[in-house]
């Protein structure tokens, strides 16, 4: 079982940058991969960012060369680095978990188990 909960959400003007954080409550953090999805209001959930346990990332086209994602195994969380944000990035955050290495369907949804209650973000300007 893992709890995931998401901070950092908020505010911020266009360009603007936020660093939102996934911690987990698990005693094998190590050997899980956790992913970034988004949802904004009227649109379906999106792939935002992974890193797998061994490091490995990706990133959804649209936040390349913005977003960077890093992970601290002591502390059992996954940070998300915003930068050069955009008004089309408003959206909920949330961040979800699963044992292991999502392989090639890293990007979808039914791949994560566990899910966290997600982060407001809203860009303004």
């Known amino acids: 079982q893992v709890e995931l909960v998401e901070s950092g959400g908020g505010q911020v003007q266009v360009g603007g940058s936020l660093r939102l954080s996934c911690a987990a409550s698990t005693r094998t953090f190590e050997i899980i991969s956790i992913t970034w999805f988004r949802q904004a209001p009227g649109q379906e959930r999106e792939f935002v960012s992974s890193i797998r346990r061994d490091g490995l990332t990706h990133f959804a086209d649209s936040v390349k060369g913005r977003f960077t994602i890093s992970r601290d195994n002591t502390k059992n969380t996954v940070d998300l680095q915003m930068n050069s944000l955009k008004s089309e990035d408003t959206a909920v955050y949330y961040c979800?978990?699963?044992?292991?290495?999502?392989?090639?369907?890293?990007?979808?949804?039914?791949?994560?188990?566990?899910w966290g209650q997600g982060t407001q973000v809203t860009v303004r300007g």
């Open positions: 979800a978990a699963v044992f292991g290495d999502p392989g090639k369907n890293y990007f979808r949804e039914y791949v994560y188990g566990f």
